[in-house]
């Protein structure tokens, strides 16, 4: 079993949607959670990070942490075009960070 | 100007050839990485470095070296060049204490023919 789980997609969503992303992992001694976008032919750049269950807000963007089920989501209310790259989850523990695939999202106008 | 700089941005080179990507950065952090992404595997470590004295090894680091030469610069180097190692490659830093907050640069992108 991989440690970190997430489905590479793609996942198309009209404009103004709510977008789901999700993420499992398999390590309980994963301590930190992410969330990073990458557009293409860019780096990723980090979007939001979390220590604890539950959830984090900043905008349009939501991270939940379901720490009991292993379970980490990323919500995009009122999705926009420019939303459209792959976003990666990561988690982290003793400083070392492990990525998932990543999940190529397009927001269609 | 970018924070974190990679050069060079695109390169082409021949199986067993010796090539060196280099990163720098301006952003006055203690930590950075090398990564590389491949088409359905995502992001792995190769090597990471806390500080000048300080090198590791990564996920997956066979077939690669690195060189911290200063503060701001971290080398990696491919040996002898080998196609499976086509890929894009990333340098990322972060902060002392801060591992979780990585600012990537804009990666190299590396065939090897």
């Known amino acids: 079993q991989k440690e970190v789980e997430q489905d590479p997609g793609p996942l198309s969503v009209p404009e103004g949607a709510i977008v789901s992303l999700n993420c499992t992992y398999s390590n309980s001694a994963f301590q930190y959670f992410m969330w990073y976008r990458q557009y293409s032919r860019k780096g990723p750049e980090l979007l939001m990070y979390t220590y604890s269950s539950g959830n984090k807000e900043d905008g349009r963007f939501t991270a939940q942490v379901d720490k009991s089920s292993k379970y980490i989501s990323l919500f995009i209310r009122d999705s926009q075009p420019s939303d459209s790259a792959t976003y990666l989850c990561?988690?982290?523990?003793?400083?070392?960070?492990?990525f998932g695939k990543g999940t190529r999202l397009h927001i269609l106008p | 100007d970018a924070d974190v700089t990679q050069t060079p941005r695109n390169r082409i080179t021949k199986t067993g050839k010796r090539i060196m990507l280099e990163c720098s950065q301006t952003?006055?952090?203690?930590?950075m990485y090398w990564y590389r992404q491949d088409p359905g595997l995502g992001l792995r470590l190769i090597y990471y470095s806390f500080d000048v004295k300080d090198i590791n090894k990564g996920e997956i680091s066979d077939g690669y070296s690195v060189s911290r030469q200063a503060q701001a610069k971290f080398s990696l180097s491919l040996e002898s060049a080998i196609p499976n190692q086509t890929a894009l490659y990333f340098c990322?830093?972060?902060?002392?204490?801060?591992?979780?907050?990585?600012?990537f640069g804009p990666g190299t992108r590396l065939l090897v023919l």
């Open positions: 990561a988690m982290m523990r003793d400083d070392k960070i492990i």
């Open positions: 990322a830093t972060s902060d002392f204490g801060g591992s979780e907050t990585q600012y």
């Open positions: 952003k006055g952090h203690d930590r």
